[in-house]
């Protein structure tokens, strides 16, 4: 019941919002425990961003939610998140995204995904990115305190910016990512890191890396603070947009 009503709560809210952010890690060792039915996590976080010429403060509150099938080989992930920015300038935007994914554990070392994602940011001129991928995943190194995953899929993308003349693009990509998890400090401490690749097909020198690091310092079984940074390069973004952004932030999660 109280679970039907966080994810009841958290649909209405984004029910009402028109903006979407970028980048999704769900890479922590609680995530990866293949002995765990069900995990999740609310989080809320201060960032400081310098993002295409413009400085803003932000505010970042989460949700994800993940379960997994009694056979432990089907995982079906929900996650998204709010934000409020507030620029140098005064002005207010709203971001988010929202994420679902299904992984199918075929051996203990390869998996395959499949994921449905929307997205925008009006400070980078995005209106809309709507995406759809699938491919497999593989553990390359999976110890109790240590995880490297490699990730390669094929992804569908539709996108809508808004520049002086919006434009409208249809892309397929690939859409490579490498993650890394390491608890340490009989763990107290969790490190993680995920770099995605996303070239075109057609054109790999259009392309787009994305790397989102965090630092988690984990005061119970329930409650950490994290300190992070996410950064994205674009080869070709909408005109008056900058290649390069980062945003880092600071915070705190409780997992459930």
Same mark, same amino acid.
């Given at each position: 019941?109280?679970? *039907?009503? =966080? ?5 209405? %809210? ?20 293949? $002995? $765990? ?18 400085? /803003? ?38 971001a988010g995204f929202l994420h679902f994914r299904y992984t199918r554990r075929f051996i203990k070392y390869f998996h395959w995904e499949g994921f449905v994602q929307y997205q925008a940011n009006p400070v ?10 699938? !491919? ?14 490699? !990730? ?19 892309? *397929? ?18 490190? $993680?890191? =995920? ?13 787009? %890396? ?6 988690? /310092? ?10 992070? =940074? ?9 005109? !008056? ?9 600071? !915070? /705190?999660? /409780?997992?459930?």
């Amino acid at each position: 019941m109280k679970l *039907h009503l =966080i994810l009841f709560l958290f649909l209405c %809210v984004f029910a009402n919002q028109v903006a979407y952010s970028q980048l999704v890690n769900v890479e922590s060792k609680r995530m990866q425990d293949d $002995t $765990t039915s069900f995990s999740g996590a609310v989080a809320s976080s201060f960032s400081y961003e310098q993002n295409n010429k413009a400085t /803003l403060l932000q505010t970042n509150n989460s949700l994800t939610m993940q379960t997994r099938s009694k056979s432990r080989k089907d995982v079906f992930l929900l996650l998204g998140s709010y934000e409020l920015k507030k620029t140098d300038a005064g002005n207010f935007s709203n971001a988010g995204f929202l994420h679902f994914r299904y992984t199918r554990r075929f051996i203990k070392y390869f998996h395959w995904e499949g994921f449905v994602q929307y997205q925008a940011n009006p400070v980078l001129l995005l209106d809309n990115r709507s995406l759809l991928g699938t !491919g497999p995943r593989l553990k390359i190194f999976d110890k109790p305190n240590l995880n490297l995953s490699l !990730g390669a899929m094929y992804m569908y993308e539709l996108e809508n910016t808004l520049e002086d003349i919006p434009q409208f693009y249809i892309n *397929h990509r690939l859409s490579t990512y490498l993650s890394f998890n390491y608890v340490i400090a009989k763990d107290r401490i969790e490190i $993680t890191t =995920i770099t995605y690749y996303q070239p075109l097909f057609n054109d790999f020198s259009d392309l787009r %890396v994305t790397n989102q690091t965090s630092i988690s /310092l984990i005061f119970t079984k329930n409650l950490s603070f994290e300190i992070g =940074i996410k950064y994205l390069y674009d080869a070709n973004p909408p005109i !008056g947009v900058i290649s390069n952004s980062f945003v880092n932030n600071i !915070g /705190l999660k /409780l997992n459930f």
